[in-house]
């Protein structure tokens, strides 16, 4: 059935150094891939998204990654700063429906 | 900026009441959504619905129900609350399949 999952629950990045956030999925029909933010007290944040006929797609300071032939997806923030302290979601949207399916989340934790 | 509004940060209700948790949204969105998080097993759709007087059911509607009469507004229902129904419930908005905006969330707590 249809799954997103990640890697890690929780992730440790030095201030200023470069995130990598992992998500593998299930549903190769899924048309759509996502991220958002939730930091805390707060509902999630669209972060960005990037439809399945692509591999790459760049935002300020993000860029995600979608690895069809293992089913892989993963979110880069670039120079990681203290505001980036939250937890992160894939999610992904299946191509007969208007629904977005999430994944479990990954905890980013700042260092200083 | 959109904003959707849940009527309630903290609710705390009685086994067996009826609930009623409020959403509103202020951007004129076709798409509304309800979910509950809980924690190590994310997000989880409760409900969603495409317009005015329709509704679908997510993944876990067991126990639930929705009502949307106007397209602003849409109301997630617990017919008779129980303690498994203890959770972060957030809602949601989007005319874009992938850009979904969200409420701040209501934490229920059932006792």
């Known amino acids: 059935g249809e799954s997103v999952g990640l890697h890690l629950p929780t992730l440790s990045v030095q201030e200023g150094d470069n995130s990598i956030i992992n998500c593998a999925y299930s549903?190769?029909?899924?048309?759509?891939f996502i991220w958002y933010k939730q930091e805390s007290g707060k509902g999630p944040q669209f972060i960005i998204d990037?439809?399945?006929?692509?591999d790459k797609r760049q935002g300020q300071r993000v860029t995600v990654l979608l690895n069809k032939t293992v089913k892989h997806l993963s979110l880069q923030i670039a120079a990681t700063q203290p505001g980036d302290s939250a937890v992160y979601f894939c999610?992904?949207?299946?191509?007969?429906?208007?629904?977005?399916?999430f994944g479990k989340g990954t905890r980013l934790h700042i260092l200083p | 900026d959109v904003k959707v509004t849940q009527s309630s940060r903290y609710l705390v209700k009685r086994t067996g009441e009826k609930v009623f948790l409020e959403c509103v949204q202020d951007?004129?969105?076709?798409?509304m959504f309800w979910y509950r998080q809980d924690p190590g097993l994310g997000l989880r759709l409760i409900y969603f619905?495409?317009?005015?007087?329709?509704?679908e059911k997510g993944d876990i509607p067991e126990g639930y129900s929705v009502s949307r009469e106007k397209k602003e507004r849409f109301s997630l229902i617990l017919e008779s609350a129980s303690t498994n129904q203890t959770s972060m419930y957030l809602c949601?908005?989007?005319?874009?399949?992938?850009?979904?905006?969200f409420g701040q969330g209501t934490r229920l707590t059932v006792v």
């Open positions: 549903n190769s029909a899924s048309d759509y």
């Open positions: 999610a992904e949207s299946p191509n007969r429906d208007d629904k977005i399916i």
């Open positions: 949601a908005s989007s005319t874009r399949i992938t850009e979904a905006f």
């Open positions: 990037i439809r399945s006929n692509m």
């Open positions: 619905s495409y317009d005015v007087k329709m509704k």
């Open positions: 951007m004129d969105h076709e798409n």
